[in-house]
């Protein structure tokens, strides 16, 4: 009896510090990828420096077979599409569609990232 009243504790320990470490991680990457799309919108007019945001991707794809990991593909991947769509409007200087892009990068990166964190309402 003490056995498994112990072993249900230790599982419920070790869960909860996994969902903070988790919690913490998911912050991490998603704040990153909120500083890099300020990185991207932070120049004079409508002309973005496409090599930001081929940093900015890359700071993400670094993160990316961890999040797949825990995290429905379809998010993710949809933050990727838009990185792709930023690209194309950037090289055929379409200046306007990039910034509409790029907001709803930051719209999705945030509500992707309340989604998915430790919390109660989350798991009710």
């Known amino acids: 009896m003490k056995t498994k009243f112990f072993l249900s504790v230790f599982l419920i320990i070790f869960l909860l510090i996994g969902g903070f ?3 913490y991680y998911l912050k991490t ?11 991207i919108e ?6 973005y420096n496409i090599d930001d945001v081929y940093i900015t ?18 998010n993710i991947n949809e933050i990727e599409y838009i ?8 090289q055929t200087k379409d200046y306007k569609s990039a910034a509409a892009q790029l907001c709803r990068l930051r719209e999705v ?3 992707t990232s309340k989604m998915f964190t430790f919390r109660i309402e989350n798991f009710l």
């Open 21 to 23: 470490f988790y919690d």
């Open 29 to 39: 990457v998603f704040s990153e990828l909120e500083d890099g799309i300020s990185l």
């Open 42 to 47: 932070n120049v004079d007019g409508f002309f």
């Open 57 to 74: 991707r890359e700071r993400f794809r670094s993160h990316y077979k961890f999040l797949v990991s825990f995290l429905p593909h379809n």
């Open 83 to 90: 990185f792709g769509e930023i690209i194309g409007s950037l």
């Open 109 to 111: 990166s945030k509500l």
